[in-house]
């Protein structure tokens, strides 16, 4: 009997609410009820999309950001050696009979530690034997070179920059070509060009470039700014400051280069014995026969009597 009074109720209201729409207000005010019971249902799922989401943009914006760092620097390292290219475009086309520069390999690596010994300019970066890194290897910021690596670990290695006092390294000034060698004097935005000569032809605002002297250094990279140049009659040499042109306080992302370990004689041989390879390869290939199409043969053709 409850069963189907209730049935009956259901369907009477149906009729009248399609009907007569009076139950209209009450249904509205039903769903104002309701409606945070629906909100608790779909939280969890909310939430869970909300921080999928959250986690996937913040991952994608993380890797995007690095990969924007190391083109960056890429691009940066590239337009350090434009003002040595072109000041000495004239002098390696008669020099080198117009042979193209290779650009160098290089590998973008991270700080992750100072030395904190005051009286050495050290830094820890985070690539080591594991990436390839080896003694020796030159590292440079997005303005310039900023020392090479001394000590190399599994997944590390240690890097003496250009300022500390053991460090020297051969540049040259690239408005003129004359070659001196730079010295660290233990002060992060001071370098000392020793042995110039007071008639050097040098003055304040040279820029001082890597020479490539002693397959160290790369040629063409910014080493520093010549700052002041003192010149003293009663001593044969002048006293020349510069700043390092590479941010070696601030620098956080640096790239590692990798040279052609090979001395030039080793490279012009290299050269010569894959050109006479080639060479000898293109004379023993045997040519590839010509093969003419037949000619079509002549078809007399009845001559036509009157």
């Known amino acids: 009997m409850r069963l189907l009074v209730f049935a009956v109720l259901s369907a009477v209201l149906m009729v009248v609410d399609a009907r007569l729409g009076v139950l209209q207000s009450a249904r509205s005010q039903l769903g104002l009820i309701v409606e945070p019971v629906y909100w608790l249902g779909r939280l969890p799922v909310t939430l869970w999309d909300s921080a999928t989401q ?39 086309r008669e020099l080198l009979n117009s042979a193209a520069l290779v650009d160098d390999e290089v590998l973008a690596t991270e700080l992750i530690g ?21 003694l020796g290897q030159p590292v440079l910021d997005a303005r310039g070179l900023m020392g090479q690596v001394v000590e190399v670990m599994p997944y590390s290695a240690r890097v003496l920059l250009l300022t500390d006092t053991t460090h ?37 605002g040279d820029l001082l470039v890597s020479s490539g002297l002693g397959q160290r250094f790369p040629a063409g990279y910014p080493v520093a700014t010549v700052t002041e140049v003192i010149h003293d009659s009663g001593q044969p040499f002048a006293i020349v400051r510069a700043m390092p042109t590479a941010n070696l306080n601030r620098s956080r992302y640096m790239l ?21 390879a080639a060479d000898r390869q293109a004379r023993e290939q045997p040519a590839t026969p010509v093969v003419e ?4 043969s002549a078809v007399p053709v009845p001559e036509e009597r009157p």
Do not use: C, W, Y
């Open 54 to 92: 959250e986690l996937s943009s913040r991952t994608e914006l993380v890797a995007e950001n690095e990969r924007l760092k190391t083109e960056q620097l890429m691009m940066q390292r590239r337009l350090q050696r434009l003002a040595a290219l072109t000041e000495q475009n004239v002098r390696l």
């Open 114 to 134: 100072i030395d904190p010994n005051p009286f050495t300019h050290r830094i820890l970066i985070d690539k080591g034997s594991r990436d390839g890194v080896m």
């Open 168 to 204: 020297s390294i051969p540049v040259q000034v690239n408005r003129n070509g004359l070659r001196a060698i730079a010295t660290g004097t233990g002060n992060p935005e001071r370098l000392e060009l020793r042995h110039v000569a007071d008639t050097a032809d040098i003055k304040k």
């Open 256 to 276: 590692l280069v990798f040279t052609d370990p090979r001395t030039p004689e080793q490279r012009a041989v290299d050269s010569a014995e894959a050109q006479e």
């Open 293 to 296: 199409p037949p000619a079509e």
